[in-house]
């Protein structure tokens, strides 16, 4: 089979599958460069740096110890359909298999819907300043086709918006969970901004980065549209 391109990799984390123990594998290369990036180390294809087949080793060592295995980036679709086949084989040793996306690809999303459990979706910003953000003039078309993909398969999802205040409100958080709940989403969670750079530290002040968790207001509109918002701090 083509090789995938692993340049990262979390051996257990309680925090990236819903309720599962997890090891997240990070593949390589993104289509977008957000600003706020913390993995821009992984952005360029490149070789991996992990050997597949090894990985899928240490996995088979890890069979009634971990509940499912994460495939984030970069993009992890980007790898087409090699990543589809890897998870497979990762899924038939009895994992359930998450994919955490940006939804660039829904192509690739459809048939990623026939091994994915469960995603996690980026929902960065608005319309308006999705180019802006992501450096990416189609991305924000790209991901709403994504999310109506993936909401049509039933499965699994959480929608994620983490707040820059470089790039988005409150009033466009508001916005943004009304179009998610009106479209049937029931999972999402409103992510902190943390600046890990140098040159993103001196950008925003620790009041605008939480503005977004100390309006009660704000929260109780947003918590009272989902089954479940994680407040990710
Ligand atoms: S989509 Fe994710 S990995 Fe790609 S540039 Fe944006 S934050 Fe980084």
Redesign the pocket.
């Known amino acids: 089979m083509s090789d995938i391109q692993i340049g990262g990799f979390v051996p257990f984390t309680t925090i990236d599958y819903p309720g599962k123990l997890a090891a997240v594998l990070f593949l390589r290369g ?1 289509p ?3 600003a ?5 180390h ?2 360029n294809v490149g070789d991996g740096e992990y050997d597949t087949d090894k990985v899928l080793e240490w996995l088979h060592g890890r069979i009634g110890k971990l509940e499912a295995v994460v495939f984030s ?3 992890a679709l980007m790898q087409g359909d090699a990543l589809i086949e890897y998870m497979r084989r990762v899924r038939d040793m009895g994992f359930a298999i998450g994919l955490h996306t ?1 939804g660039f690809y829904p192509e690739m999303l459809q048939r990623a819907a026939s091994v994915v459990d469960w995603i996690g979706l ?1 929902f960065k910003a608005t319309r308006e300043s999705y180019g802006r953000l ?1 450096g990416n003039d189609i991305a924000y078309e790209r991901m709403i086709k994504s999310l109506d993909t993936w909401i049509a398969t039933g499965r699994g999802m959480e929608a994620r918006i983490t707040c820059d205040p470089r790039f988005i409100s409150k009033a466009d958080v508001d916005d943004i969970t009304t179009l998610l709940a009106a479209r049937g989403v029931k999972n999402i969670a409103i992510q902190k901004y943390i600046p890990h750079f140098e040159d993103e530290k001196e950008q925003t002040t620790a009041d605008a980065r939480e503005q977004f968790f100390n309006d009660a207001a704000l929260r109780d509109k947003i918590n009272s549209r989902f089954e479940s918002v994680i407040w990710r701090e």
């Open positions: 993104c977008l460069r957000c706020y990036c913390s993995n821009r992984l952005l980036g970069g993009e940006n980026d992501t």
